[in-house]
């Protein structure tokens, strides 16, 4: 059987990819297998300040980008942070940049993203 952390894309710090693995491995199989194929998580590295990716690499999947910050937080917060975050790609949610949405909408989203979270980390 693969190792879990050998499937996922991730840039960044060994701490990101430490804290992003063991986040993983409270969700399920099914979601796991999803992000696995579908999304990357974008950190900044220990020794980069930018990086660029072909837009190929990039086609059809979603993007969860993690900020230093997150990672000068408890494990707790870094790991309630990321399930939140696949709790947005598993739900669906639409990407506020590109499309208007209501505080109504954005609120409701972030109601279930928390649900989502706590579910998986309780």
């Known amino acids: 059987m693969k190792s879990r952390s050998k499937m996922l894309k991730i840039t960044g710090s060994k701490i990101a990819k430490k804290i992003i693995n063991e986040t993983m491995l409270h969700f399920p199989e099914n979601i796991t297998e999803y992000i696995y194929k579908n ?3 974008i950190c900044s590295f220990d020794d980069a300040w930018a990086f660029t990716f072909d ?3 990039l086609r059809g999947r979603k993007l969860i980008f993690l900020s230093d910050q ?3 937080q408890d494990q707790k ?3 309630y942070t990321i399930a939140h975050e696949v709790g947005h790609v598993i739900l669906g949610h639409r990407n506020a940049i590109y499309k208007d949405q209501s505080k109504h909408e954005i609120n409701l989203q972030e109601k279930e993203a928390h649900k989502f979270a706590k579910r998986y980390l309780n």
């Open 77 to 79: 917060q870094m790991m």
């Open 39 to 41: 999304v990357w998580f």
């Open 70 to 72: 997150l990672f000068e």
């Open 55 to 57: 837009a190929n690499d």
